[in-house]
């Protein structure tokens, strides 16, 4: 099994003659992969990290981040203790304090008392960061503290990555966490647009070893097509690569609608009984033509065609998109039209194609109608967009916070995340953290943007939290179950302990164990299923079944009621053989539930079970696309695009030494043939402007990338003043969001435009 840029500390050596204290197994919870981890003790330190052969999933594979939980877990920077600020020094930075852990609540309290006090509940908001939809205390901890905060003003980094999806899912299946993922292991033809997994390792795709499994599909005799502005990694590995303009997917999607409809090669299979509106898709797509998009798109119409022809021509199909698809204008309109394609050509819901996972925390609940999707409940006070999922888009958090009014934002918690480094218009959010009357982060390290709170509540770091991917095994290729139990010990809560502990402040409980609210949080999932019709414990005496719930921390209690009220759970007794927290702790390698099976129409939660192709805004954002895209030929300005890199995540792992050493990768990307007509050379600066900002880089010509495109990482901008990550301060880079204008959004899920930004490059 490869190992996808093994690292020397992945690598064996000479002690390997001496046998560790002990080997724990447990999941990577860095990424999206949920790789299984070896990992070898000795006087009580981490010795060694490799990948676990035995993973039911990964079998062996990881990547250079996998064995950097030893360097989180040791980092002197990493907060241990909360931290409580207590001025500014002369230079304006800020002093923290640290604290015990009552302390650190009893100020929070009082912040909070005094904010509501003053401005009322509305002044209070919450941002979310990506780290939280890998933290088991957190999923099953975050509802009742989002309750409690009950605030209309919820922010995450959901509007700079995926909400297309949610929001295409929620019109098409009823249910915006309904996501279709690609069977890549069982395909004959993938086709990846704006991804590249050789680097991230896959999104709303968990697939452990994904190079090796899109090497499998052309091993095997599939195919795999990669359509970026980038020559990626995946797109080196790949059959084919296509070039296209950035943000005009949904105008490429359009018109592999338009030609299969105009060939007849539209073959819905199974979906058919249940998908409507087809008529109005043709009429819709009918102004994409292949030539017509070819201008647009840069891609040239034959090869449209082709690509068209071959989706519907193989066997089964995967079409699967990602960031570089959702973070444009068009990123709902784009997600959906890849599963229009899927449906279009009988790839919805069957091996090969697009599948939706069945995930042993799922609740089972008899067939019934569902409700329509609703958006736009409220709205962002400054700007007017629209609530989707609700959350308002993280663009207008600046705005929000800064803008005086009825409403405006005097309060801020932050959960895992670093908005200064990972939203719009950086240097504005940053500008408006520090004017916050009161902040709350609950957060590992002193950032970019934590530095701006009043209390960090940092919880332990991985190794020392048990793990479950709750969010992720909704989104894999395959139905896993695998629970990681702690490795170190630690007098440092957990988010579980912490996320309680907070709701009962916001809640004003006047009480401080947290128990209450595991306890609490138990109780709910199991009354909630002794009372639902067709659940595996309904009936049952709850009292009973809540004496039988096993864990060491809340989070696991709560997960296991979760797994054992699940489709594969024991039932407490029902199903013997079925899962529980217990049965998975003693399959350390985790639990293969088996691939994909059909799912649809059950678990359609649309209303009446039905997909309607007319029902939510495509028909009309395919409207408004036509007219931009008239817009788009006549504009030839340079276009940025973001990119990741394999030793990076986001902005928060640049202070692990073993990933950021080496040449400088915080480099704009530019194809030699615009350095050339912009008097660039390679290794020399750029001064690189948007609408909103301005940044000085270093520059990389590279045909990598495509002309009239350039690439920057995001999640530099390092060293700021009062943040403590030593590392990071040392790799600095630039911040790419300085440049992204947070007014660019895609209206229907209020996702940020972060590819296809307008920019002008000079030399510097
Ligand atoms: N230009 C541009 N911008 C982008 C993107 C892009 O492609 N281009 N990508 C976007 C995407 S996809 C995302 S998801 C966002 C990410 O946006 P954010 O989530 O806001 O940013 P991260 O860099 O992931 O910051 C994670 C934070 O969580 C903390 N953390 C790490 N582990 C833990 C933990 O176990 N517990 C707690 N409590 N805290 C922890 C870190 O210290 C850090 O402060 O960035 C987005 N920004
Ligand atoms: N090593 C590493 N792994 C990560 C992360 C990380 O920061 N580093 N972040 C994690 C997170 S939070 C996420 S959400 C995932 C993201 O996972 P991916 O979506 O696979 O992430 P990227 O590597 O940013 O790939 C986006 C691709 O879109 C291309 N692109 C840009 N604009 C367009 C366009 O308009 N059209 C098309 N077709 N392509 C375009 C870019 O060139 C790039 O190759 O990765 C996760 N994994
Ligand atoms: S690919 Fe993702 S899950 Fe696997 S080792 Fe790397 S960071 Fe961890
Ligand atoms: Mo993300």
Same mark, same amino acid.
């Given at each position: 099994m490869r190992r996808n840029g093994t690292s020397p500390a992945t690598m064996g050596s000479m002690s390997d003659a001496v046998p560790p204290d002990r080997i724990v197994f447990r999941t990577c919870p =860095?990424?999206?992969?949920t790789c299984g981890l070896q990992i070898e003790i000795e006087d009580g330190a981490v010795k060694r990290i490799r990948g676990d052969q035995d993973d039911v999933f990964s079998k062996g594979f990881i990547c250079p981040k996998g064995s950097t939980l030893k360097q989180l877990y040791e980092d002197p920077d990493r907060l241990r203790k909360p931290v409580v600020r207590r001025g500014f020094n002369a230079a304006g930075a800020p002093i923290f304090d640290e604290v015990e852990w009552d302390e650190a609540f009893a100020v929070v309290a009082e912040k909070l008392a005094a904010v509501r006090e003053a401005h009322g509940n509305e002044a209070v908001g919450v941002y979310l960061g990506n780290p939280n939809a890998h933290n088991l205390g957190w999923n099953t901890h975050s509802r009742i503290f989002l309750k409690s905060i009950g605030s209309r003003s919820m922010f995450s980094a959901s509007t700079v990555d995926q909400m297309p999806r949610h929001v295409a899912s929620g019109y =098409?299946?009823? @249910?915006? =966490?309904?996501m279709p993922v690609p069977d890549m292991d069982r395909t004959d033809l993938l086709v990846l647009l704006g991804t590249n997994p050789f680097v991230s390792n896959g999104s709303i795709c968990t697939a452990p070893g994904y190079p090796d499994r899109i090497e499998a599909v052309s091993a095997r005799g599939g195919r795999v097509i990669v359509i970026d502005p980038a020559r990626t990694r995946t797109a080196e590995a790949a059959d084919q690569h296509i070039r296209i303009r950035p943000g005009t997917d949904a105008v490429l999607l359009a018109a592999l609608a338009h030609h299969l409809i105009a060939t007849d090669q539209v073959s819905m299979g199974r979906v058919a009984a249940f998908v409507d509106g087809f008529d109005q898709l043709h009429a819709a797509v009918e102004p994409f033509s292949p030539d017509a998009a070819a201008t647009i798109t840069g891609i040239d119409a034959n090869t449209i065609r082709a690509l068209a022809d071959e989706i519907a021509a193989a066997a089964t199909a995967a079409v699967h998109g990602r960031i570089g698809t959702t973070t444009v204008e068009f990123g709902t309109l784009t997600t959906w039209l890849i599963d229009v394609i899927a449906i279009l050509t009988g790839n919805l819901d069957e091996p090969g194609g697009s599948m939706f996972p069945h995930s042993a925390v799922e609740r089972v609940r008899p067939n019934r109608k569902g409700r329509p999707y609703r958006v736009g409940r409220w709205s962002s006070r400054v700007n007017g967009n629209p609530e989707v999922q609700g959350e308002l888009p993280v663009g207008d958090l600046p705005d929000e916070i800064l803008e005086p009014g009825d409403g405006q934002l005097k309060m801020m918690f932050t959960v895992a995340g670093n908005p200064v480094l990972s939203c719009p218009d950086g240097d504005r959010m940053d500008e408006a953290f520090a004017s916050l009357e009161a902040m709350v982060s609950v957060d590992i390290y002193l950032n970019e943007t934590t530095r701006h709170a009043d209390v960090i509540l940092p919880p332990g770091s991985p190794l020392e939290k048990d793990h479950f991917d709750i969010g992720f095994y909704n989104l894999s290729i395959r139905n896993v179950a695998n629970f990681s139990p702690v490795v170190f010990e630690t007098d440092q809560p957990g988010e579980d302990d912490i996320i309680a502990r907070l709701s009962m402040i916001v809640a004003g409980m006047g009480e401080s164990d947290p128990n209450v609210v595991h306890d609490q949080l138990v109780r709910q999932i199991l009354g909630n299923d002794v009372r639902a019709e067709g659940s595996p414990v309904e009936g049952r005496n709850e009292d009973q079944l809540a004496a039988m719930i096993t864990g060491e921390s809340g989070a696991e209690r709560v997960l296991d009621a979760l797994i054992r009220t699940g489709p594969y759970g024991d039932g407490f007794g029902a199903n013997p053989d079925g899962l529980s927290v217990e049965k998975l702790r003693t399959n350390p390698h985790g639990i293969d539930l088996g691939p994909l099976g059909p799912r649809l129409p059950a678990a359609l939660d649309t209303e009446e079970k039905r997909i309607d192709l007319w029902a939510g805004p495509f028909l009309d954002e395919l409207a408004r696309l036509e007219a931009r895209a008239v817009e788009w030929a006549a504009d030839d300005r340079l276009r940025l695009i973001g990119r990741r890199h394999?030793?990076? @995540? +986001?902005?928060?792992?640049? +202070?692990v030494n073993v990933l950021v050493k080496g040449k400088p990768r915080c480099t704009l990307q530019v194809n030699p043939a615009d350095a050339t007509g912009l008097g660039l050379i390679d290794g020399g600066r750029a001064a690189i402007r948007s609408r909103v900002g301005e940044l000085t880089v270093d520059v990389e010509v590279t045909d990598v990338m495509m002309p009239g495109v350039v690439s920057l990482p995001h999640g530099w901008g390092h060293g700021r003043s009062g943040a403590r990550m030593t590392v990071a301060a040392a790799n600095a880079g630039v911040n790419s @969001? %300085? =440049?992204?204008?947070?007014?660019?959004?895609?209206? %229907?899920?209020?996702?940020? %435009?972060? @590819?296809g930004i307008p920019v002008e490059v000079a030399p510097a």
């Open positions: =860095l990424c999206e992969a =098409l299946y009823g @249910n915006g =966490l309904r394999l030793r990076s @995540n +986001n902005s928060w792992m640049h +202070n @969001n %300085v =440049l992204t204008d947070p007014v660019a959004l895609d209206p %229907v899920s209020g996702t940020s %435009v972060l @590819n």
